[in-house]
């Protein structure tokens, strides 16, 4: 098992930036991959981006390319997603995941592929 929990949510203006971390615990030896997802009131949750944890390989949706960074620190275990430029629109709860084994057996960027979750963060931007 896999524990994540989430922190850096909040409330930010348009334009503003947050910074997401994700600390995970217990069987996080040779962790696959980590991402972030995201979830609007009346919306299904979506992908927003995925570190692959060996190569650093990066993977990010379309909605967020040049805005937003993923990173980790491995020795801590944490996930990190600087958000900067943030928009209204990137208002969501925002979920940590774990990919624990690899490959991607299908799109990378479905929910899934990925085998454990935190309870999310809240982000909200004000315009």
């Known amino acids: 098992q896999v524990q994540l929990v989430e922190s850096g949510g909040g409330l930010v203006q348009a334009g503003g930036s947050l910074r997401l971390s994700c600390a995970a615990s217990?069987?996080?030896?040779?962790?696959?991959?980590m991402g972030w997802f995201r979830q609007a009131p009346g919306k299904e949750r979506e992908f927003v981006t995925a570190i692959r944890l060996s190569s650093g390989l990066t993977y990010f949706a379309d909605s967020v390319k040049g805005r937003f960074a993923i990173s980790r620190d491995i020795a801590k275990n944490t996930l990190y997603l600087q958000m900067n430029s943030l928009k209204p629109e990137d208002t969501a709860v925002y979920y940590c995941?774990?990919?624990?084994?690899?490959?991607?057996?299908?799109?990378?960027?479905?929910?899934?592929?990925?085998?454990?979750w935190g309870q999310g963060t809240q982000v909200t931007v004000s315009s």
């Open positions: 995941a774990v990919k624990r084994s690899g490959p991607y057996s299908g799109s990378r960027y479905s929910q899934e592929e990925y085998d454990y």
């Open positions: 217990g069987r996080t030896f040779n962790m696959y991959a």
